[in-house]
């Protein structure tokens, strides 16, 4: 083993021999890429279908911390970019991931890093194909950034977007509200809590199969990541020009986010989620979509929450737990920064 520096340093990002031997026995003998190229070659059956379309994202983790309960940078970045192609319609198939290391960074954390994202990448299905390594000097980073890039592919004939809602649509989440903000908070050590709370950190890919094999006319999906479940639903309301309306009783929580978010004055609403998506289906197609939810584990916890309408468009409503109603608005400023 040529590795043997405990810590990352300046020497490691210079392009020489303590870089090749971090990049070779810390990131490639554990992605194992095809070639050591400058670029990813890909190939998939997919892509042979007439009318199947690439789909894209691409995105930046910056998690303080980067080790918490139920994940770390690594399972979230590759749970994340996996959900962003996998609630368009996309099947996910193959990933980039570029790190910004600060010096100082302990080699034995990089490895865990590392191998949490293998491991979530091989649970998804998706290849990790290429990458980059940059390292910083100290107070220049918080350990470790990542950025990771995702590539998958829509069969022909799905299209599924915001602006397709319509009013009678029934909108369905797949778990429980809040998990990854509430666990983000109780990491930090800002909060005294007796319980510890997991983050739902996980990759929906299959999730999203099942839905759409189960209701082939789904309409749209968000994973309600910042900004949680109010903002992923403004943002399809005020694209379809719908209203929306949700029941209370129906949203899904741990007792333990909602003593979270009664103790801080928050609203579960807003809070992050890092494996739980929302998604619109025609009213025929929804117990079918729900039943289908419920055989992946990560939509055990599957619930209908509410339904687009023909109210005032682009309005989120919630009716009371008392029968009352309430505007949903979209979050305004950041409840909790750096918790992806």
């Known amino acids: 083993m040529a590795l043997r520096d405990e810590r990352v340093t300046l020497a490691h990002g210079g392009g020489g021999k303590a870089m090749r031997d971090l990049i070779e026995e810390v990131f490639t003998s554990v992605f194992q890429p095809d070639a050591m190229e400058d670029q990813a070659r890909l190939v998939s059956e997919a892509l042979c279908e007439p009318g199947a379309r690439l789909a894209m994202t691409t995105d930046g983790f910056v998690v303080d911390p980067v080790e918490f309960p139920g994940g770390d940078i690594g399972k979230i970045a590759v749970c994340g970019t996996v959900n962003d192609l996998a609630v368009g319609g996309a099947k996910p198939l193959w990933l980039s991931a570029a790190f910004i290391i600060e010096e100082g960074t ?148 741990r007792p333990e986010v909602k003593g979270v978010c009664e103790i801080l004055g928050l609203d579960p609403l807003y809070l992050a989620n890092e494996g739980t998506l929302v998604v619109f289906v025609p009213e025929d197609q929804a117990e079918a979509a729900l039943a289908a939810m419920k055989t992946v584990p990560e939509g055990a916890g599957a619930t209908v929450i509410g339904k687009a309408t023909d109210g005032p468009k682009g309005r989120v409503t919630m009716r009371t737990l008392f029968g009352g109603g309430r505007i949903v608005d979209m979050l305004v400023g950041e409840q909790l920064p750096r918790i992806c």
């Open 106 to 253: 302990e080699i034995a954390l990089l490895r865990r890093i590392v191998a949490s994202m293998q491991a979530e990448a091989e649970k998804a299905g998706v290849r990790i194909v290429t990458g980059d390594t940059k390292v910083v000097g100290r107070g220049s980073a918080d350990k470790v950034f990542i950025t990771t890039s995702g590539v998958g592919v829509i069969p022909p004939g799905r299209d599924m977007a915001a602006t397709k809602v319509r009013p009678g649509d029934v909108a369905i989440v797949n778990g429980v509200l809040g998990d990854h903000g509430a666990a983000i908070m109780a990491a930090r050590g800002d909060m005294a809590l007796s319980a510890e709370i997991p983050s739902d950190c996980a990759g929906l890919g299959h999730l999203m199969q099942a839905v759409l094999a189960a209701a082939p006319d789904a309409r749209a999906c968000r994973d309600a990541t910042r900004g949680g479940l109010a903002s992923a639903l403004n943002e399809i309301a005020e694209a379809a020009g719908v209203g929306i309306e949700i029941e209370e009783t129906a949203l899904p929580l």
